[in-house]
C-alpha cells in the first residue's frame, strides 16, 4: 500500500483504477457515401431532385397573372424583392395540379439570370441515399416517357425507387424557356 511519502505509488493506483473499466475503442466502419435530394409528386410519380438543383423550398405564395402565357404559367410572385416567375409541374406535362392547396409546394431553380419556381403537389422532404444503391437509366418505363429527357437514374432504399429528376434539364428544354402564349 503507498502512502503519502510514496508519490509514485499514488499516481499507479490512480492510473490502474482509471484503466481498469475502460472499453475498447470503437471499431472504425467504412462510411458508405450518400446522396440527398427532395422527393416530390409529379403526376402520382414518386421523384428526387438533387439538393445541387433546388435554390430552396417554398410554401406556394400568392402570385399575379400574366396576360398571354402559356396555361402552364401560373403568375409571378415577388419573393423577398425578386419576381419568381411560377411554373406548374404538372400543367406542363399535360396533368393538373391536385390535392390540398397547402400540400402543393415551389421548387426554387436559381441558374443565374434563369430564376424560376415549379409547383409540384406534394414534398416528401430530403431524401437520402448510399451511392452504391443507384442505377442508371438504361431503359425508361413505359408510364416515365413523358419524363424521359430530364430523367438521370434511380436511386432505391429498402421499400421504393425514387426517379432522379433534373430541373437544369427542364430549364435547358425550349419549350419551358418560351412561356409566352402563341
Not at 70 to 87: F, H
Not at 91 to 97: D, E, S
Not at 155 to 179: G, I, M
Amino acid at each position: 500500500m503507498e502512502t503519502a511519502d510514496d508519490p509514485y505509488g499514488v499516481l499507479a493506483t490512480i492510473a490502474a483504477s482509471s484503466t481498469s473499466g475502460q472499453r475498447g475503442l470503437p471499431q472504425q466502419v467504412d462510411a458508405k457515401t450518400m446522396w440527398s435530394g427532395i422527393g416530390f409528386n409529379l403526376c402520382g410519380k414518386r421523384f428526387v431532385v438533387p439538393m445541387t438543383e433546388v435554390a430552396e423550398l417554398l410554401e406556394r405564395p400568392n402570385a399575379t397573372r400574366i396576360p398571354g402565357v402559356r396555361p402552364w404559367v401560373r403568375g409571378v410572385a415577388n419573393v423577398r424583392g425578386r419576381l419568381l416567375p411560377l411554373i406548374d409541374l404538372e400543367a406542363f406535362f399535360g396533368g393538373q395540379l391536385g390535392g390540398n392547396r397547402k400540400k402543393q409546394r415551389v421548387l426554387a431553380l436559381d441558374m443565374g439570370d434563369f430564376y424560376s419556381g415549379v409547383l409540384v403537389n406534394e414534398v416528401y422532404g430530403m431524401q437520402h441515399f448510399a451511392i452504391e444503391n443507384y442505377s442508371a437509366n438504361d431503359e425508361v418505363e413505359e408510364d416515365l416517357a413523358p419524363f424521359a429527357a430530364y430523367l438521370r437514374g434511380k436511386y432505391h432504399n429498402d421499400t421504393q425507387s425514387w426517379t432522379v429528376f433534373s430541373l437544369h434539364e427542364l430549364a435547358k428544354d425550349p419549350r419551358f424557356f418560351n412561356a409566352a402564349a402563341q
